[in-house]
């Protein structure tokens, strides 16, 4: 074969910058490959007049591209869930080859499009879907295959850590937010990227590659960062933490943690020092220890890397007569673990309480004793009285690694206490043993 021909769905961000790096690189790209890789339709909505497609068929609609008997490889960056699941099995219907950057669409149909492509004999690659630009899915799939991997843990979406780095220099969450807009890297509706929901996508594929489980994001437990407040993150530097929002996914007994949530990272670990639209992935292997992937988890040609790098493998594999060298989750079908995810408050962890309290003697020892009834210790404790403010002075805990239905019980009964005003703030801790 002498060129593998590529049908591309949606030029926008992710599109324009595949389209743009494959002419920019063809040279050099057609070398690692072992033959040409040429773009021979491209099919989207909007149109950018940034981007000249030459003599190639174009057209609002993309159907063409996967009804193309000259496409061998459609590529999916149109984003959404149902229009791209129809958009993909089409695909692999008609017998074509399959590479997305729709993180979403592979965490929630991604079970379905796996059979099916397996039947039909044919790669479906999702590299580019997360983590950006790093190669973490390779990292896992294949770096990491000697390992019996139990956690990995990251920061995984660009616009969430480009708003948490912009807001410890005292800027407003909305005005970060619309910069990251402008920049393409938030998601069509963004409060995925805020609320956790794009982080549970990518974390669910990855515990999934990790742990040889079924995909399982309907299961997966998401928190965002909209409701973070600056006196929290600022409180917890002074306890020698910095606010990430990670998504954490862990193996336990008889069960997996799956989880997104804002939480404390001590500031001399590396990932406390990944900011802005950088990502990075910690995934810790029996074998190797510890491992982190870290790069641009967002962009245009920072994604098309990844989108590419697909291209290349699936181009490889057409040319080696297969239907894909490595397993789409990583494990053959029948290693395929039926390992479910936890609930919520099965899983363990620190935790940083803040207790809105009368500052009147007593009311340390009253928290202290609901704590320590609960099993819960308490690995230090701050309170300022600079910041007596009407008689209440917040009160400050790190604790101990406990389980989480520990926790829910003691803030039960520290917020019926007489002396406890409000909710007590919960940011979980993480420390990466
Ligand atoms: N922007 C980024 O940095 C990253 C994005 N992704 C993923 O890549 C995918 C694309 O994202 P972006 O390029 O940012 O989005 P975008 O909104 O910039 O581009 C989407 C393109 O698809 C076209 N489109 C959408 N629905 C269509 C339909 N039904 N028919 C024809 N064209 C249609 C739109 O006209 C637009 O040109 C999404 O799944 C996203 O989650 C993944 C990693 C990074
Ligand atoms: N909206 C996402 C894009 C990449 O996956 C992010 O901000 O990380
Ligand atoms: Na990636």
Redesign the pocket.
């Known amino acids: 074969m002498k060129e593998v021909r590529v049908g591309i769905?949606?030029?926008?961000?992710?599109?324009?910058?595949t389209f743009n790096v494959l002419a920019r690189n063809a040279g050099l790209i057609a070398g690692r490959a072992g033959c040409a890789i040429r773009t021979v339709r491209v099919?989207?909505?909007?149109w950018?007049d940034d981007i000249d497609l030459g003599d190639i068929p174009f057209s609002?609609?993309?159907m063409d591209v996967v009804n193309d008997p000259d496409v061998d490889v459609v590529v999916?960056?149109?984003?959404?869930y149902e229009?791209?699941r129809e958009?993909v099995l089409a695909a692999i219907a008609n017998g074509k080859h399959v590479v997305?950057?729709?993180?979403?669409?592979i965490a929630v149909h991604g079970n379905e499009i796996f059979e099916a492509a397996a039947e039909a004999g044919v790669a479906v690659t999702y590299e580019?879907?997360v983590a950006?630009g790093i190669p973490v899915i390779k990292a896992i799939r294949e770096g990491m295959a000697a390992n019996r991997i139990d956690w990995l843990a990251g920061i995984i979406n660009?616009t969430g850590n480009y708003i948490l780095t912009e807001m410890r220099k005292g800027r407003p969450f909305n005005e970060v937010l619309q910069e990251a807009q402008d920049l393409?890297?938030?998601?069509?509706d963004p409060t995925f990227d805020v609320e956790g929901v794009?982080a549970a996508h990518k974390l669910t594929i990855m515990a999934s590659a990790s742990f040889g489980v079924p995909l399982q994001f309907d299961r997966a437990y998401t928190e965002g960062i909209s409701r973070l407040t600056p006196y929290d993150i600022a409180h917890a530097e002074l306890l020698g933490y910095r606010v990430k929002h990670l998504g954490i996914a862990r193996r336990r007994e008889g069960g997996i943690e799956l989880r997104v949530h804002p939480t404390l990272v001590p500031q001399s670990h590396l990932i406390a020092q990944v900011d802005g639209v950088l990502n990075a992935v910690l995934v810790d292997g029996d074998a190797v220890g510890q491992t982190m992937y870290y790069g641009p988890?967002?962009?245009?040609e920072?994604?098309a890397s990844?989108v590419i790098a697909d291209i290349v493998d699936v181009a490889r594999t057409i040319q080696a007569g297969g239907q894909g060298r490595v397993p789409y989750l990583g494990f053959a079908p029948e290693a395929i673990e039926d390992l479910e995810v936890l609930p919520m408050e099965y899983t363990q962890s620190a935790y940083y309480l803040r207790i809105q309290a009368l500052d009147r003697p007593g009311v340390l020892a009253k928290v202290a004793s609901i704590l320590s009834e609960h099993g819960i210790n308490i690995e230090s404790i701050m309170q300022k009285e600079s910041e007596v403010h009407d008689g209440r002075i917040p009160v400050i805990i790190l604790t101990h690694t406990v389980q989480e239905r520990q926790v829910n019980q003691a803030i039960e009964e520290l917020e019926a206490l007489d002396e406890v005003d409000d909710q007590v703030v919960r940011i979980r801790a993480e420390n990466f043993n």
């Open positions: 769905c949606g030029l926008g961000t992710v599109g324009g910058g099919a989207t909505r909007t950018r609002t609609d993309i999916e960056l149109i984003g959404g229009t791209a958009l997305t950057a729709n993180k979403a669409l580019a879907g950006g660009g393409g890297y938030a998601e069509a794009d988890g967002a962009g245009d920072a994604t990844a």
